[in-house]
């Protein structure tokens, strides 16, 4: 009897959890935190799958900027929340890689074992950009200059330890140039002082404002982090075919959420997400220059994200920015 009784109690459970997935998110807005400042490629791709979810649902998909930290703040407040699906952080290289590596020991939170990965969205690259009237017109150009004149260029980011940033520590690391990085508040800010002539380069996610002022000229992009070149820029040659050999930085998108989230929740959040990345926002995010990464499981994201934090974690301790581990 109480093995009966215990059987019932799994199934009831089991049915509990399946209706309560078919009905999410029943009405009720579901809140996409983004670690970083509106205007940059992260807010904008956030944006756009909000939107498109909102549609689907046909309830509200809010995103709610909580900037700093490297993304920190928006991920702590992500694994605080109540595990009811209605909180989702759009995750990234900078939030669930480099923010760890970075920090260690000092999270608030485990990265890996206090998450799911319901949805992975794509992989993007970062650009690196000069002002059109500097008179270095190739990544090979730029460090020649940098290595004749250590310390005498800048280049701004989002900020330090995100995706951008560390992009741009690697190539030092393995060219041995000093250039000085000017930390903004975010992305936009950054590219904002390039275009006004402020700031003589930045970097940051190719996805957004960095797409569109190189298509409108008013950037050059010297070269984009990933191995290969991206569709929507197909003139920008890559780091290693500028002289980086082996250099590949490929940022990614996703949308997380806390562990304790129902299975069935979680599911249908890889479903639907999974079928718009297929159908409707395959195009749109393409042309922000995502490379979308329809029917990626939860668990191969979750794998993908275990890697990379490996991986940044030996670019962090070259490039003497480790915290704490």
């Known amino acids: 009897m109480k093995n009966l009784a215990r059987i019932t109690l799994v199934v009831a459970a089991l049915v509990s959890g399946a209706v309560a997935a078919q009905n999410y998110p029943d009405g009720k807005p579901v809140r996409i935190l983004v670690g970083y400042a509106p205007g940059g490629g992260t807010d904008t791709t956030a944006r756009i799958m909000a939107a498109a979810l909102s549609e689907l649902w046909g309830s509200n998909v809010l995103v709610e900027n909580r900037p700093g930290a490297a993304g920190n703040i928006a991920t702590e407040a992500t694994a605080r929340a109540t ?21 260690g020991k000092r999270l608030t939170y485990d990265p890996i074992a206090d998450f799911a990965f319901p949805v992975m969205i794509g992989g993007i690259p970062n650009v690196f ?134 299975q069935p929740i979680l599911a249908k959040l890889n ?11 395959k195009k749109r995010l393409e042309d922000q220059g995502i490379a979308v990464a329809s029917g990626v499981t939860p668990a191969q994201f979750a794998a993908h994200v275990k890697s990379e934090i490996a991986k940044w974690t030996k670019v962090v301790r070259d490039a003497n920015l480790q915290t704490d581990r």
Request: with cysteine; proline share 7%.
């Open 129 to 262: 950009m000069v002002h059109p009237s500097l008179p270095l017109r190739t990544l090979q150009d730029y460090t020649a200059f940098a290595k004749k004149y250590p310390g005498k260029l800048n280049f701004g980011s989002s900020g330090v330890g995100a995706s951008p940033h560390l992009s741009i520590e690697y190539w030092k690391t393995l060219t041995g140039i000093n250039i000085v990085h000017v930390p903004y508040k975010g992305a936009a800010l950054a590219l904002a002082d390039v275009m006004s002539g402020h700031m003589e380069s930045s970097v940051g996610n190719l996805a957004g404002g960095p797409l569109g002022a190189i298509k409108a000229k008013r950037v050059r992009a010297l070269a984009v982090t990933s191995a290969e070149r991206n569709a929507q820029v197909p003139d920008v040659p890559t780091f290693a075919e500028s002289g980086v050999a082996g250099f590949d930085v490929t940022g990614w998108y996703g949308l997380c959420t806390q562990a304790k989230v129902p």
């Open 271 to 281: 479903a639907d997400a999974n079928k718009l990345l297929a159908g409707p926002l």
């Open 83 to 103: 595990p009811d699906g209605h909180t989702l952080v759009f995750c990234n290289i900078g939030s669930h890689s480099i923010t760890p590596a970075r920090f």
